[in-house]
């Protein structure tokens, strides 16, 4: 006999069945094919077709827009943060903004289930652990079900990195093999044009910053991102002190990785680290959010470069 719950959403209470699913081989790594694979993981990767791709269109634009290897590098980064990122990251931050105003609906959602779980343990005779397993499993449903109906999975909200983490691997490994060499084009050699492509105190763009500069620069820019997002958040919960540290370490990982490779890798890591900073900001303009069609929220804030500034210098100033 099942337990149909008062209230306005009348279900039954069976079990939830999991399917196990089996992961497909990435797409490209099926492109590269089996002679690739043979020679190594990153032989296939530096092999595959995103990255022959990348290649072509560093090529396609160079060629097109006529600039030093330095500028076609810089419009590079900023045309795919400007074209691909930024849309992304307005459609994440439209799904963040309806899943935090769905908020006060679940809490009452979950105070009405409570009760009527509590009613159906009396009625059978539950233990406290069919009875908590009973409220997580319809909670989740119910949870799921507002999610399809406002069409705000917080999964959707992770599209921008599945996209911009591969995205931005496959440029830096095209740019590897543009500037060893690897890559090669009839008429001319992209290794010698980007050897003398570079500017100021990296004229050489297929050797190691000596300066350091380039490196360093990455390794700031990255922090100052990572340092807004925690502005950003009060009361972070131990999962995300976690992860806000973790990519801490990352950036600043990032400073001797980046003095590893050419110059023309770091060039393209610090053009799109500086435009992520960019867009970070510009995401927080109530115009702009208007603009985009992003909801409004009860966290947002009228003056938000204000209140950045005022939490920037109360945890980095006062302290000191």
Request: proline share 6%.
């Amino acid at each position: 006999m099942l337990c149909y719950l008062r209230g306005p959403w009348r279900w039954p209470l069976p079990a939830l069945s999991l399917r196990a699913q089996r992961p497909a081989l990435p797409w490209w790594a099926v492109a590269a094919g089996p002679s690739a694979a043979a020679g190594g993981w990153y032989e296939a990767l530096a092999a595959s077709a995103p990255v022959r791709a990348a290649e072509g269109a560093l090529l396609g634009a160079h060629a097109a827009l006529g600039l030093p290897w330095w500028g076609s590098i810089v419009l590079a980064a900023a045309g795919l943060r400007g074209s691909v990122t930024l849309p992304l990251a307005i459609y994440q931050h439209r799904v963040l903004a309806k899943v935090e105003n769905l908020q006060p609906e679940i809490k009452n959602i979950a105070k009405s289930l409570n009760q009527e779980v509590a009613v159906c343990a009396r009625q059978l005779g539950w233990s406290k652990r069919v009875t908590r397993l009973t409220y997580l499993k319809n909670m989740r449903r119910l949870v799921s079900e507002l999610y399809v109906r406002d069409n705000c999975h917080p999964f959707k909200a992770t599209v921008l990195i599945w996209i911009q983490l591969p995205m931005w691997i496959f440029m830096s490994i095209a740019l590897r093999n543009l500037s060893t060499g690897a890559t090669h084009s009839e008429g001319f050699s992209v290794q010698e044009q980007l050897a003398t492509g570079g500017v100021l105190w990296f004229p050489d763009l297929t050797a190691l910053d000596s300066t350091w500069i380039l490196p360093v620069s990455v390794g700031v820019v990255n922090l100052l991102i990572v340092e807004i997002f925690a502005l950003q958040r009060h009361g972070m919960s131990r999962f995300q002190m976690y992860i806000t540290y973790f990519v801490r370490a990352v950036s600043v990982l990032m400073i001797p990785i980046a003095a590893t490779v050419p110059s023309s890798i770091a060039l393209y890591w610090f053009c799109s680290s500086l435009m992520g900073l960019a867009q970070n900001l510009l995401l927080r303009s109530p115009r702009f959010r208007q603009l985009c069609r992003i909801p409004s929220t009860k966290s947002d804030s009228d003056t938000p470069y204000k209140d950045l500034f005022a939490a920037f210098y109360a945890k980095f100033i006062l302290r000191k």
